[in-house]
């Protein structure tokens, strides 16, 4: 008998968009001329919505908070989304592809974003590193499991 092929799954990005995004451009509002490379704290979450059975809404919430010495330079808050399709993914794989394969797409759409907003303020682009969405996820389970380890 013949083994019964199992459809691949797949991944398909619809649309992207830009939901809220919020930049201050304290540092130049203030007279600010660079000095040396400004400090980065950045932070990043992904969020994801149901819309309807096949059809998800992914989003990378990133803020950023540039400073030099005691000076704020900038500080911007984007929550940039991607509509996206999933077709043949099995329930239990359905997790690693909201939270790695889908932000993995949606991330260079995301990046181009962040570089824009920056330059057209008048600073020097900021170009995003490489998110590791693989470990970022990896970390979120193992925190979660030692979350759950701490109640028992």
Known sequence: M???KK?????QLMSTYI?????EN?????????????????NININNKKISDD???VSLNIKVKATEGEQTIFM???????????????????????YIECPRLLFPYTRRIVST???DGGLMPLNLDHIDFVKMF?????????KAEQKN
């Open 7 to 11: 459809p691949t799954p797949k991944v």
């Open 2 to 4: 013949a083994e019964e």
């Open 55 to 57: 059809v998800v809404e």
């Open 117 to 119: 907003i920056t330059l």
């Open 19 to 23: 939901k809220d995004m919020s930049f």
């Open 76 to 98: 911007l808050d984007l929550d940039h989304a991607g509509r996206f399709t999933l077709t043949d993914i099995e329930e239990t794989q359905r997790v690693p592809f909201l």
């Open 26 to 42: 304290i540092g130049l509002q203030n007279g600010y001329i660079a000095k040396k490379q400004p400090q980065f704290e950045m």
């Open 138 to 146: 990896q970390n979120s389970v193992d925190a979660a499991r030692a």
